[in-house]
């Protein structure tokens, strides 16, 4: 019979799933940093060709204006330039006025603004109650004619909420003005 005895201390077990997880969120919160800069970014690109083209159109009306001196044809042009003016929505502003009603703009995790009167959200909170605070604090907005929760996933410590909200344009644009 053979006894073996091992004098030599044991290592303790490393546990790495601590850091796998840190790692992990590191990584998602780098991405999604880059989504939210990349949207930006595509967002006031989107605005810049919209003032651009507000622009084309303004310089248009003032040339037609010189060519011909006809009431009529002037004040058709203008009413088109009013209805491109009044059919922009500063969804620029939209999107900062909707970031600075979270806590923290890590939260936003997406902003797709689907026409003049809806956008949808994904956005990231500690606790449901967090989630119906927010939708609240939405609701408030002379702006928002509707908010409505479409999904929430648990996803460990915290909850992703896709949010549907109805807004209404005129409002909208007397309350947060040009985009920027």
């Given at each position: 019979m053979?006894?073996?005895?091992?004098?030599?201390e044991q290592q303790?077990?490393k546990?790495?799933?601590?850091?796998?997880?840190?790692v992990?969120?590191?990584?998602l919160?780098?991405a999604?940093?880059v989504?939210?800069?990349?949207?930006?970014?595509?967002?006031?690109k989107?605005?810049?060709a919209?003032?651009n083209?507000?622009i084309?159109?303004?310089?248009?009306?003032?040339d037609?204006?010189?060519?011909?001196a006809t009431?009529?044809?002037?004040?058709?042009?203008?009413?088109?330039?009013?209805?491109i003016q009044n059919?922009?929505i500063?969804n620029?502003?939209?999107?900062?006025?909707?970031?600075?009603?979270?806590?923290?703009t890590?939260?936003?995790?997406?902003?797709t603004?689907?026409?003049e009167g809806?956008?949808?959200?994904?956005?990231?909170?500690?606790?449901?109650?967090?989630i119906?605070?927010?939708?609240?604090?939405l609701?408030?907005?002379?702006y928002?004619?509707?908010a409505q929760?479409?999904?929430?996933?648990n996803m460990?410590?915290q909850?992703?909420?896709t949010l549907?909200?109805?807004i209404?344009g005129d409002v909208?644009?007397e309350e947060?003005?040009d985009?920027?």
């Amino acid at each position: 019979m053979n006894t073996e005895i091992n004098l030599l201390e044991q290592q303790p077990k490393k546990n790495y799933a601590p850091f796998v997880m840190g790692v992990g969120f590191l990584l998602l919160l780098a991405a999604v940093s880059v989504i939210l800069y990349i949207q930006k970014g595509e967002l006031e690109k989107q605005i810049v060709a919209q003032e651009n083209k507000l622009i084309q159109f303004e310089n248009l009306l003032r040339d037609y204006n010189q060519e011909t001196a006809t009431e009529q044809e002037l004040l058709e042009l203008q009413d088109r330039v009013n209805a491109i003016q009044n059919k922009t929505i500063p969804n620029v502003a939209l999107y900062k006025d909707t970031l600075n009603s979270l806590e923290t703009t890590a939260q936003l995790s997406s902003f797709t603004f689907s026409d003049e009167g809806h956008f949808l959200l994904e956005a990231n909170f500690g606790k449901v109650d967090a989630i119906a605070e927010y939708v609240s604090q939405l609701l408030n907005k002379p702006y928002v004619l509707d908010a409505q929760i479409s999904n929430i996933n648990n996803m460990g410590e915290q909850y992703q909420a896709t949010l549907s909200v109805t807004i209404n344009g005129d409002v909208l644009r007397e309350e947060l003005g040009d985009n920027g």
